[in-house]
């Protein structure tokens, strides 16, 4: 069957530059494909076995399953998705749905927006990072919410729908939300990290060097418990992090160094001594570049702060 292309002409909202569309799908032994569309992009389907046809975009789509379960075939993988499953895809995968044993029926909801809008992502969190995040891996990214949050993302979908709200403010709202979704999944390691195609080994590490003895004792001490050569260490944290180790640990280190600046009153050589930091100029220079000011201006900063 021929690949088709879904084009952002004719589908997505014109002002809003998106759409978000609620699809109610029943799998069915008939041949032919039916549905029935009602208000608030709400749509009914009854699809064969066989599955929708295979398809990609000209624009991004965010796949989100509220209820129930499908096989999600996308570039040639077979991938079983759940209630609380995020899927970012990217404008050239190609995907279709199939039928999964244990769920007849299942509500996902589309999230499909224009690619000028990755460029507003970009300059509103002065990242990019997270393109090479989401473009780097064969499959689209996926996670997984709890049900809380899978409840509370429905409920914020279905409003941010609502033919109440005025274009131009649904746009506004929308932008927040794709902000919050692609900040929190693409921006934190930890969350980058909970995606399935990154090696347990690699999540247990992280999990460790978050531990002071750890990286405060610094690269080296990953070396060891990584257990393997530095060469594929740095590949690795490139490739699913977007970082070097070094720069992983120095993050940690300097995020701590701001707590202990805000809670204790330890003299600011003696923080960049216990970080394992050696040169306190290179302590300064790696904490202006996380925080855009000196230890010595944020703690006084804060102090400030709790006198209101």
Sequence with gaps: MDLSRQKSEGWLDPILKGRVSCHEITWTEEKNFHFIQTGGDLYFHRIPLSGTLPHCHDFAEIIFINSGGLCHKINGERQKIRAGNLIFLRPDDIHCFLPDDDFNQTEVLLIDFDLELFLSLSIYLENDSFLQQLTAPVLPPQFSLDPA???????????LNSPAIPPLLRKIKLKILLGELYSRFFIDEVNLLSEAQVPDWLVKLCTLMRKEENFCA???????????????????????????????????????????????????????????????????????????????????????????
């Design 149 to 159: 949050e899978t409840s509370r993302l429905y409920s914020r979908l279905l409003k």
């Design 218 to 308: 610094g690269v080296e001490r990953m070396q060891k418990l990584a257990c393997r050569t530095p060469g594929h260490l740095c590949k690795c944290f490139q490739k699913y992090l977007g970082k070097t180790p070094t720069d992983f640990v120095n993050e940690l280190r300097i995020s701590h160094a701001a707590r202990l600046l805000i809670d204790t009153k330890e003299d600011i050589i003696q923080i960049a001594d216990h970080l394992n930091i050696k040169s306190l100029s290179r302590f300064y220079d790696l904490f202006r570049r996380h925080y855009g000011l000196s230890p010595a201006a944020y703690r006084k900063l804060h102090a400030a702060k709790r006198k209101f």
